[in-house]
């Protein structure tokens, strides 16, 4: 992508698991991996998210770290702009 907008998400909670990041996007799919643990919240967000940024054309990464957070780059392609 020659012009776009890089959007950066990150938050500082219990990170998701490396065996979880390729299927975190998916609908209902939670990070947590004790079904036992209360959790509130439908899991839609990064699946929504996700299907968003493909329709537009975009990217979306995951670089995460147990205990330490998650970092989540978007990049969205500006629709018209001439490349510099």
Known sequence: MDSAYVI???DTGLGI???KISSI?????RGEP???KAQ???VLGL?????????HGGALEIETECRK????PITLPIK?????
């Open 40 to 42: 509130n919240g439908a």
């Open 69 to 72: 957070g998650t970092f989540i």
């Open 8 to 10: 950066k998400v990150h």
């Open 80 to 84: 018209g702009a001439q490349p510099a």
């Open 34 to 36: 004790d079904p036992h």
């Open 17 to 19: 698991p490396k065996d």
């Open 47 to 55: 699946a929504i998210v996700k299907f968003q940024v493909n329709i």
């Open 25 to 29: 996007t998916g609908p209902f799919v």
